[in-house]
């Protein structure tokens, strides 16, 4: 805890939590490689570590002298509270002189755990200082070297530790001094010395804009690293190099679902694709329909595609289920979708309920596919006719209540010409055309690609031929090209103005009946696998949405983002994956990972440079 007095900011204060702020964010960008949960960063001096000479205030940012100052066993310092982290690979402070005091017997500079406090910097082993009275600089000796002006009051001395080549230099008013010191040991802490009455001085840590300009020192040294990794010579190897990265960059490729962009990359390059082209398509359309928001679309794609995968993945399922029910508050699941445009007047209207377990159930004999009765839903999905049997079903063994996904199969009754589609909302305005199930026919990057471009509502109810691991012997499941499938967000048919459920009440009820169904599967799971806090949490901030007016400005609303589809989206996929024995992460983000984290480590034990090698600033 701070020691506060005369001056200082009490810790409740707005000013003292804005100061906060602004020295958490420059310390962030000064040393971004730095792990404060791990190697915290000196934020002020020590009330513990200092002699009993020396005296604290101002939020122990201010040292002041309070011995007699008869001579130097009078001499009196203090250290910061942290030593400086390995991983800062530059680490700079600065103290301004308020008071010389009656002599000026000052020193500012660095000391290791356990030297004498009793004593100004420099003067022991592992000790280095500049003092002020004769402007001579101490390398653990009694006996100092001659090195730059003296100071006095009104004067700032800065201190820059070079971790990468383990040297110090000191400014002076902004301007470098020069080397004071080399061939420094590790896990020094910044330190100040005081030694006659009157002497006053401060630091500062960052938290204030320094006076000199670190940052184009640490901008410089930054430049000369990369420079050195670039130069870095590749020799003979080169052609086994091209040849690993060019399958890195395959496999990454087909990992997310970027099929067209693949398949011209390996025709390029004459490499090979390991999956299945029609599997790539169909994870790809399950990616987007899950980024789209149309949560429950992705489930009952994923269930006829893959139908043991959410069997055997519960946690995953109880995550899908999560995010459906926030996307029927967002006003994007396409079963709300479809309640928010045709305003039924009774539950009994609802689209067919597939089951919350991997198999759906829950007949509705009020929907036909096909005929002028059926609704075509602003998602674009025709609702099919559904199974007789309902109830509870399974997963591993264990039935669960029945609850609602929004529906994505294939009709029996239906065809694919007889499939209504809506009105593009894209630029390009045009309608989805289903594929002939015996197309040849190469799909562009520009339907292809997941980020690339608009999407617009709609999911094609294929044939009813069989469907295992991914693959088909007739058609595809989702049969339009990639146009055809909406976000969510830019629809105003779907959100209608940011209302909860897209402001229909029928959709409201039937996102409340979905919510009770999701608790009981919670409980389900409990009773199952025991208590797992992690579904509790992402349950409760689920459910926290509906304790505000306006869920998208409430201190839950982030979950509304659609950046949060993102790592679900991820989860899904490599999910689908391994499931079918392919690598769940592509071997591009392993590497990337690997070199991140052993560039990390490298920093946290002394190797200097790494701190400015991150491999983030390579990615271009």
Known sequence: MAELAGGSLPLGDPAFNYQEHELNERLKRLYPAVNEEETPLPRSWSPKDKYSYIGLSQNNLRVHYKGHGK????????????????????????????????????????????????????????????????GHSFCSSGTGQPYGPTFTTGDVIGC???????????????????????DLPPNLY???????????????????????????????WRAKIHGMIARFPIGERLGEWQAVLQNMVSSYLVHHGYCATATAFARATETLIQEDQTSIKNRQRIQKLVLAGRVGEAIEATQQLYPSLLEHNPNLLFMLKCRQFVEMVNG????????????????????????????????????????????????GVTPPAKSKSHGSTSISGVKY????????????????SSVNYSESNSSDSTKSQPHSANSTQETSDSEMEVEAEHYTNGVVEGSSARIMNGTYKHEEILQ???????NGVTDESCSNGRQLCGGNQAATERMIQFGRELQALNEQLCREYGKNTTHKKML????????????????????LDPTQRESLCSALNSAILESQNLPKQPPLMLALGQATECVQLMARVRSGSCSFARVDNFLH
Request: proline residues 8%; negative net charge; charged residues 15%.
């Open 540 to 559: 409760q901030d689920a459910f926290s949405l509906l304790a505000y007016s306006d869920p998208w400005n409430c201190p839950v609303g982030q979950q």
């Open 160 to 182: 820059c530790v070079n971790l990468i080549n383990n040297t110090c230099f000191y400014t002076k008013n902004g301007i470098s001094l020069g080397v004071a010191f080399t």
């Open 71 to 134: 001579n130097h066993k009078d001499a009196a310092s203090v250290r910061a509270t942290h030593p400086i982290p390995a991983a800062c690979g530059i680490y700079y402070f600065e103290v301004k002189i308020v008071s010389k005091g009656r002599d000026g017997y000052m020193g500012i500079g660095l000391s290791a755990q356990g030297v004498n406090m009793n004593r100004l910097p420099g003067w022991d082993k592992h000790s280095y200082g500049y003092h002020g009275d004769d």
């Open 332 to 379: 994007t699941d396409g079963e709300v979708c479809c309640l928010s445009i045709h305003s039924p007047k009774s539950q009994d209207s609802y689209p067919g309920s597939p089951s919350l377990t991997p198999r759906h159930a829950a007949s509705n004999t009020h929907l036909h596919a096909g005929g002028a009765d059926s609704p075509t839903c602003s998602n």
């Open 401 to 416: 209540p029945s609850a609602s996904s929004s529906s994505a199969s294939s009709s029996t009754s239906s065809s694919p």
């Open 480 to 486: 339009p090209d990639d146009n055809s499938i909406g």
């Open 190 to 220: 910044p330190t100040v010395g005081l030694q006659t009455p009157g002497e006053i001085v401060d630091a500062n840590f960052g938290q204030q804009p320094f006076v000199f300009d670190i940052e184009d020192y640490m901008s410089e």
